[in-house]
Nanobody, 118 residues
């Protein structure tokens, strides 16, 4: 069992960069798949990016080319060229299968707020 803990959110201007991190409290992510999801006000939580323990990645179309996910013990999400529509609470999740559905993930962090002003 792992407990993801996110950090790194904040308020930035459009066009800026921000890096989020997620650590596994009490251990490591090991062979778990780890992904980022986000939820904007009034919207469903959506998949952002995911990475398998062997480095295979997947990105949502909306962030492809702007965001980069990586992992070495800690999970990272480098977000470049941020847009106001990226504003959301970002969640780190761990599971056994890399997928875009929330139901595929077993463990969730509490989330970190990212706000992008225009």
């Amino acid at each position: 069992q792992v407990q993801p803990v996110e950090s790194g959110g904040g308020l930035v201007q459009a066009g800026s960069s921000l890096r989020l991190s997620c650590a596994a409290s009490g251990g490591t992510f090991g062979t778990y798949v780890t992904s980022w999801f986000r939820q904007a006000p009034g919207k469903e939580r959506e998949f952002v990016a995911g990475i398998r323990w062997n480095g295979v990645t997947d990105y949502a179309d909306s962030v492809e080319g702007r965001f980069s996910i990586s992992r070495y013990n800690t999970l990272w999400l480098q977000m470049n060229d941020l847009k106001p529509e990226d504003t959301a609470v970002y969640y780190c999740a761990a599971g056994r299968v890399l997928g875009r559905s929330q139901s595929q993930y077993l463990y969730w962090g509490q989330g970190t707020q990212v706000t992008v002003s225009s």
